[in-house]
């Protein structure tokens, strides 16, 4: 992360990328990153819940309110 760049900054770099999101309630997401705000709502398409690395479901296209999340990360 170069000196200057802020967060947001970091989120729009991952914009169309796969990102994994770990919520309050202990849930984990993952999905391409299509849009999000300034609170940190993101929106996401194929989504799935994981758990210890299995899906558990399929969910499609989600809207994640930010203060529900706990980390926002690409994936490997």
Do not use: C, Q, W, Y
């Amino acid at each position: 992360m170069s000196e200057n760049a802020r967060p947001l900054d970091l989120l729009n770099s991952a914009k169309g990328k796969v990102v994994l999101v770990e919520l309050k309630n202990g849930h984990a997401i993952t999905g391409k990153l299509i849009a999000f705000d300034v609170h940190i709502n993101i929106t996401l398409e194929s989504a799935e819940e994981k758990r210890d690395g299995e899906t558990l479901r399929k969910l499609g296209n989600v809207f994640i309110r930010g203060d529900t999340i706990v980390m926002i990360s690409p994936t490997i």
